[in-house]
């Protein structure tokens, strides 16, 4: 994904995913992600995957990927797929450091209420979800690499400086070598979004700041649960949980 978009100034969702469940497999998330891409009208979505047995990475059709349990790596690198309902996709799993990250960019997600939920509902059904987060952004690299908790270009304002610091302490996290040791998998979250799936714990955490009635939190599971918040009560959740330790 280039920064095209970001050109023209797509406005689209980010639905991320962090470290699914170990139990979790790979065949089945990308087969479910396969039905997510084709619910999208994406008949044809190119990709760069990279499949194992292979020296380099191959350009290849996603949906023609027949053994998915050999894909590590999925990213769209076509410009065409805001125009068909995918604005960018990004999957990736790194064995060594046992991290998994799923990025889904859906424009004009307003025009389909309930699209992201329906989705994470796809993805749990697997075989569990983990920590999940959405957010509002162009689209382009700028807007994946917060995803990832990666940096991006020089920082000049304040705000900018305090929103890499932010994002260093979250990829700080999201590369510990013991998932059982990153935060976001505990008791702690990266920050209030429009959409949050939570832990049991992280549901707690939330309810002690927020007050938010036991009815606002979807049950997934014994130990998830759906957060979705409109952008005045991110607005003041953030507010309030200004220097909270409850924040990565």
């Given at each position: 994904?280039?920064?095209?978009?970001?050109?023209?100034?797509?406005?689209?969702?980010?639905?991320?995913?962090?470290?699914?469940?170990?139990?979790?497999?790979?065949?089945?998330i990308?087969?479910?992600?396969?039905?997510?891409?084709?619910?999208?009208?994406?008949?044809?979505?190119?990709?760069?995957?990279?499949?194992?047995?292979?020296?380099?990475?191959?350009?290849?059709?996603?949906?023609?990927?027949?053994d998915?349990?050999?894909?590590?790596?999925?990213?769209?690198?076509?410009?065409?797929?805001?125009?068909?309902?995918?604005?960018?996709?990004?999957?990736t799993?790194?064995?060594?450091?046992?991290?998994?990250?799923?990025?889904?960019?859906?424009?004009?997600?307003?025009?389909?209420?309930?699209?992201?939920?329906?989705?994470?509902?796809?993805?749990?059904?697997?075989?569990?979800?983990?920590?999940?987060?959405?957010?509002?952004?162009?689209?382009?690299?700028?807007?994946?690499?917060?995803?990832?908790?990666?940096?991006?270009?020089?920082?000049?304002?304040?705000?900018?400086?305090?929103?890499?610091?932010?994002?260093?302490?979250?990829?700080?996290?999201?590369?510990?070598?013991?998932?059982?040791?990153?935060?976001?998998?505990?008791?702690?979250?990266?920050?209030?979004?429009?959409?949050?799936?939570?832990?049991?714990?992280?549901?707690?955490?939330?309810?002690?700041?927020?007050?938010?009635?036991?009815?606002?939190?979807?049950?997934?599971?014994?130990?998830?649960?759906?957060?979705?918040?409109?952008?005045?009560?991110?607005?003041?959740?953030?507010?309030?949980?200004?220097?909270?330790?409850?924040?990565?």
């Open positions: 994904m280039t920064d095209l978009h970001h050109q023209h100034a797509i406005s689209a969702r980010y639905l991320v995913s962090y470290d699914w469940p170990v139990t979790a497999d790979t065949q089945q990308l087969t479910r992600l396969k039905s997510i891409v084709t619910q999208l009208g994406n008949v044809e979505l190119l990709v760069s995957a990279d499949v194992h047995g292979k020296e380099k990475s191959v350009t290849t059709d996603f949906l023609k990927i027949k998915l349990s050999t894909v590590h790596g999925v990213e769209t690198i076509s410009e065409h797929g805001a125009a068909t309902g995918l604005g960018g996709l990004f999957y799993y790194n064995k060594v450091l046992d991290m998994a990250v799923l990025s889904i960019a859906i424009p004009n997600h307003q025009l389909r209420p309930g699209l992201m939920e329906s989705f994470i509902g796809a993805l749990h059904e697997v075989d569990g979800i983990g920590y999940t987060i959405a957010f509002d952004a162009t689209l382009g690299k700028r807007a994946l690499y917060y995803a990832l908790g990666i940096t991006f270009g020089e920082v000049r304002t304040h705000y900018e400086r305090m929103l890499a610091q932010e994002v260093g302490r979250f990829f700080f996290q999201r590369t510990r070598k013991d998932r059982g040791d990153r935060a976001y998998n505990l008791d702690k979250i990266r920050h209030v979004y429009p959409v949050n799936v939570l832990n049991r714990i992280q549901k707690q955490g939330m309810q002690a700041i927020t007050e938010l009635d036991e009815r606002r939190f979807t049950r997934l599971d014994d130990d998830r649960y759906l957060l979705v918040l409109d952008y005045a009560e991110v607005l003041g959740i953030r507010e309030k949980s200004v220097g909270s330790d409850f924040l990565i």
